[in-house]
């Protein structure tokens, strides 16, 4: 008889999570052990404006607020102020060691910790921070992903600090450590980061939309930013569970497991109330990121069972990216210490609602030379001339949106998201636009030539423009099956994946939307120099664009079959794999733009579609040898086991002249475990055909199609497989468990 430890082990997880109670914490207290309210301990681990102006020379932090809200060079002369000042505060807090703190292409941040330790003039131990360590580190650059950017022996890296993102102190156990926010460059000046593109594509998207308010007649505005809020859903297991699937640890996500008959078709997890263990980890996780400034804002359930939501208070899109990052940290980190497994994949159980990270973006003026600073480019105004100004903004989007709708699709593109995009839960792989009807009516009516013939003042009234605050409030409904959807003052990218950084499909974003708005200010130069008013001039041009872009702007239900067709019909590309979108990063239009604008040259943007490419066939390649694993060293022991356990009551019940039930089950487990071998055979097969491709293209394409739908036959085969064996012999947590015990 094969031994049943596994199941056994199983049982023990559960009675394990059975004695669980909610984790207390302590909260932060002042010295009389009062209990401090938010407001008072808010961004006490963040070195912000506040402590700028409190700790550094008025000349000093005058340079520095400069650099930050223009977005220019840093002084170097300020460096070492700067520094003393850092080092000075971090000390206090406790902190011993710094880091630059990055993002390179694999999705997640790196540091390397330094000490403050160093030695003076008489070998005497002091704590040290010069103004060069502050502006730069030097990180070994040859274990990051490149794409080809460097050879092996070419190491040398280059953090460089960028001072548009506060410094914090990041807490875990007992150690401190002063993080500092940083881009990543190669030894010959490449991008290896994910934040060098992102800052490079706000500057470039602000110098093109300023340029476009001076043609509308917006005077002074010297920098408008992408504003973000990124919310954050995530599951929550308990940890005995998790450790016990070789699935989760390995890939973060169940390759095999059944249905449980209830998930969440009686829709009364979608914010109910909320488990005592789980909101114990959820105050504990808020207090970390208030203290590190991080804006959290809202909590609640998810859709599917055990998954939750964590949505912060939106700002500009480079610190919300960096909040991002830090928010999946401290959740990873908190769920710990009260027993959870933080999962970020974007379908870690099939058959129930993914994780997605809905990115809401708006366009804001920060510096202006008039009362401007704050306004937000996508809320309507209050006069037909700041709605003309909404109408030509909101031109350059679906412009930019339109024509590199592909490009985007290969923003949002990872292993984990194809599991999630379409599934009914999550929007399509086809990028389109919805505006609402109403206003959809009024650039209907613009390009019916409502505007033309008449004073364009008058001509705006007519069209309701003059009311777009109003009606854009009470008219914009959430098409939540739109993955590019104008909910009010903002657009809300839907289509990004939980587990993903937020700053390369941003990047993406605000590219195209540059790229869009540069045409749109060329389209009114072209009506101005052929003598009409500014008002007909961006008339004509809302028009020109609303024609134009009509293909991508939907408004209706964007998983239908008969929305897959009419987008195809329209030309608007179905790119529903990995391997196919990303590849629209190197068409020539995509190289071109990025190129052009400024923001990645040729080799960057072709680093950045192999490091994406190999990624994907690395995470396949590891689900594959995992499922294997799993299937030849749990699932197929567990069938045999209970096959001979009835092939021996059969033979008794026989030798007893008795006519038994176990002769059917035996021989229904003999055929399921013969046609989940079937099914390994033909994986191993795919798996090796695939690793024999010639390219990583052709490599990564089996892999989506031959490779994946031969994982989903041996799933199917092994989920029968689990509602037949006895539940005493089944080695893996089931979703039952999983999903459902908290």
């Keep these: 008889m094969i031994s049943t430890q596994g199941a056994r082990a199983r049982f023990s997880a559960v009675k394990e999570q059975a004695g669980r109670t909610p984790r207390k914490f302590d909260p932060p207290r002042d010295e009389s052990g009062r209990r401090l309210k938010v407001s008072e301990f808010f961004g006490m681990n963040t070195f912000d404006q506040r402590l700028m102006r409190e700790k550094l020379p008025k000349d000093v932090f005058a340079k520095l607020l400069t650099t930050i809200e223009t977005g220019g060079r840093l002084d170097p002369g300020i460096a070492g102020t700067v520094a003393h000042a850092f080092k000075e505060w971090a000390i206090s807090r406790g902190v011993t060691h710094f880091t630059h703190w990055f993002q390179p292409q694999t999705g997640a941040t790196a540091e390397k910790h330094e000490a403050f330790l160093a030695f003076d003039e008489q070998r005497s131990p002091v704590e040290k921070f010069s103004g060069q360590q502050l502006i730069q580190g030097e990180p070994d650059a040859s274990s990051f992903p490149s794409g080809g950017m460097r050879t092996t022996f070419e190491a040398r890296g280059y953090t460089a600090w960028d001072p548009s993102s506060p410094v914090f102190i990041m807490e875990t156990a007992s150690c401190k450590t002063l993080c500092i926010p940083s881009v990543f460059l190669s030894h010959h000046g490449h991008a290896l980061d994910e934040k060098t593109g992102f800052l490079r594509s706000v500057e470039v998207l602000s110098e093109k939309l300023c340029a476009l308010l001076e043609l509308s007649g917006t005077r002074g505005a010297r920098r408008v930013v992408p504003m973000l809020g990124v919310e954050q859903e995530y599951f929550l297991i308990d940890r005995a569970f998790h450790m016990l699937r070789p699935d989760l640890i390995m890939t973060g996500r169940s390759l095999l497991g059944g249905q449980p008959p209830k998930g969440q078709q009686l829709e009364d997890h979608y914010f109910g109330s909320i488990a005592a263990r789980v909101q114990s980890f959820m105050s504990e996780m808020e207090h970390e990121l208030f203290k590190l400034g991080v804006p959290a804002k809202a909590r609640h359930n998810e859709v599917a069972p055990s998954q939750y939501e964590c949505a912060p208070i939106y700002g500009e899109a480079n610190i919300s990216i960096d909040h991002n990052q830090v928010m999946m940290e401290v959740i990873r980190k908190t769920a710990i210490r009260h027993n959870f497994a933080a999962l970020m994949h974007e379908k870690p159980f099939a058959g129930v609602n993914g994780s997605g990270k809905h990115c809401n973006w708006s366009l804001a003026i920060t510096a202006s030379g008039q009362d401007l600073d704050g306004e937000n480019l996508l809320d309507p105004g209050t006069t037909p001339g700041e709605n003309l100004r909404f109408l030509l903004v909101l031109a350059g989007v679906l412009k930019g949106v339109h024509k590199h709708a592909g490009l985007l699709r290969a923003g949002v593109a990872s292993a984990g998201n194809d599991h999630r995009l379409g599934a009914n839960e999550a929007p399509p792989a086809i990028l389109s636009v919805f505006l609402g009807d109403m206003l ?183 689900e594959v040898d995992t499922m294997k694993s799993m299937l030849d060293t749990m699932v197929l022991p567990a069938a045999c086991s209970y096959h001979a356990t009835l092939a021996w009551g059969a033979a008794s019940a026989k030798t007893a002249g008795m006519n038994s039930p176990a002769v059917h089950v035996a021989d229904r487990v003999s055929a399921l475990a013969a046609a989940l071998q079937v099914a390994r055979t033909k994986l191993d097969a795919a798996a090796r055909k695939a690793e024999a491709a010639g390219d990583e293209a052709a490599k990564a394409r089996l892999y989506s199609l031959d490779v994946a739908t031969a994982m989903t036959e041996a799933r199917t085969a092994s989920d029968e497989l689990e509602s037949v064996v006895a539940d005493d012999l089944w080695p893996l947590p089931k979703y039952r468990e999983m999903l459902f015990l908290i």
């Design 440 to 622: 959809s009516k009024i650039l209907d009516e613009i390009e019916k030539g409502a505007a033309s013939g008449q004073n364009p003042e008058a001509a705006v009234i007519k069209l309701g423009v003059s009311r777009l605050p109003e009606v854009m409030r009470d008219n914009t409904d959430r098409n939540r099956t739109s993955p590019f959807a104008f909910t009010g003052n903002k657009f809300e990218f839907r289509a990004v994946g939980s587990s993903a950084s937020p700053a390369f499909p941003v990047m993406l974003l605000n590219a195209a939307v540059a790229d869009g708005v540069e045409e749109v200010a060329a389209l009114v130069k072209k009506h101005l120099a052929a003598g009409k008013s500014v008002p007909e001039a961006a008339i004509e041009t809302v028009r020109a664009v609303s024609t134009g872009t009509r293909p991508v702007r939907f408004e209706g239900n964007n998983y239908s079959e008969e929305w897959v067709q009419e987008a195809g019909r329209r030309g608007l590309p179905n790119l529903r794999k990995t391997p196919e979108a990303l590849a629209q990063m190197t068409v020539p239009s995509s190289v071109e733009m990025l190129t052009r604008l400024g923001i990645f040259s040729e080799l960057e943007v072709h680093s950045r579609y192999h490091v994406r490419l190999e990624r994907y066939i690395k995470n396949m390649m590891i």
